[in-house]
């Protein structure tokens, strides 16, 4: 009894949900389905990354050992957008820990981890140009992030971006940002 107990406490996504899934961010339950692997009977939910154009079979028990979540509420998309809008955090130390740091951070899952990396990469165009590791990890946040806001507002990845951006303008360009928006 016991077993039927934990089984249904582990169905906790359906298919048709949106979930994000730490290592490659918003994803789409399209099945549940019971597959033998090693001679056991597993429970699988199928995952589909449409921008990746990859399938994804997770364990139903694994879920929450992997960090697989819910979309983040409208309440916490706000807060990540006021991590957007705070004084970046650059610290002095050498540029390979630091981009360990922030894939650690873009690999969690967390949703204000990545939000914290969008706003410390993030260059106005008045400012030196970024290093191409450092370009590469502000876009993969950038495109985690914008996913996640894109699923949670019901609008496109292209004006999630678009939106996030702007905030990230308008915070750190003040004025000259205001006025170009203007």
């Known amino acids: 009894m016991a077993s039927k107990k934990n089984s ?8 048709g949900e949106f979930i994000v899934y730490p290592a490659h961010g918003v994803g789409k ?3 549940v389905e019971k597959e033998e692997i ?9 995952i589909d990354f449409e921008k990746e ?12 050992q992997i960090g697989m979540r819910k ?13 957007l809008r705070g004084k970046p955090k650059v ?30 990469l993030f260059r106005p165009d008045d400012q030196p140009e970024q290093s191409y590791s450092e370009r590469q990890l502000f876009e993969a ?12 507002r019901k609008v ?9 951006r702007a905030v990230l303008a308008e915070a750190r360009g003040g004025k000259a940002a205001k006025e170009k928006a203007a």
């Open 71 to 83: 979309l983040s509420g409208k309440d916490i998309v706000e807060e990540a957008m006021k991590v």
């Open 29 to 31: 339950i399209i099945a």
């Open 91 to 120: 610290k002095r130390t050498m540029w390979s820990r630091r981009a360990q740091e922030y894939e650690a951070k873009i690999n969690s899952g967390d949703i204000l981890f990545v939000a914290e990396v969008v706003r410390d």
């Open 156 to 164: 496109n990845e292209a004006q999630a971006t678009e939106e996030i």
């Open 38 to 46: 090693a001679g056991m009977e597993l429970e699988l939910y199928v």
């Open 141 to 152: 946040a950038l495109d985690r992030m914008a996913r996640e806001v894109a699923a949670v």
């Open 53 to 64: 154009k990859m399938r994804l079979r997770v364990p139903t028990n694994k879920c929450e």
């Open 8 to 15: 249904r406490k582990k169905l906790s996504f359906k298919p």
